[in-house]
């Protein structure tokens, strides 16, 4: 929990932003939904979650460990209040959290595991050669989408404004 909590207030922090603990307690709530590992309710009771005023003890650890910064206007206790873990599903629903879909990341597995799929069977049945090669290329390419993700945004903005 306490990996969450700061890699979900460092990801925003690189913004140069100012989170207070309403964006950050809503920034902690998201990266546990995005992480698929069942319901937030039953993430947070599993870690001993009680309240939201946990994130508050957690974060203060983590400006005492140096690992986030605090800054003057910045108290602890204002952690306290914003959920209860029994009611996160209120909160989720409240502050509009719901899963970052990333769709060029479910193309790539897609394309990974189809052909992973078809290269497999192209040795375990008689699926003619030329379709293994097809699966073979199909895997390589959603491979590369992956691997390259951000050289191909790159690239691809590059192109759009072109145009």
Known sequence: MVGHIHQAIAKERK???HINSKNATSFIILDLI??????????LKFNGIKSSDDFGTVVRRLC??????????DHYEEFNGHFKTESINDFI???????????YKNISYSL?????????????????????????????????LLTYKNKIVVAFNKVLKIK
């Open 112 to 144: 990974y595991i189809v052909g992973f799929i078809i290269v497999i069977s192209s040795y375990i049945t008689s699926v003619p050669n030329k379709t293994g090669w097809i699966g073979w290329a199909l895997g390589m390419l959603g491979w590369l």
């Open 64 to 73: 005492e460990e140096g690992a986030l910064i605090k800054e003057d206007n």
């Open 93 to 103: 629903k409240l502050h509009k959290l719901k899963k970052d879909r990333d769709w």
């Open 34 to 43: 995005n992480n698929d590992n069942g319901d937030v309710e039953d993430i």
């Open 15 to 17: 913004n140069k932003i």
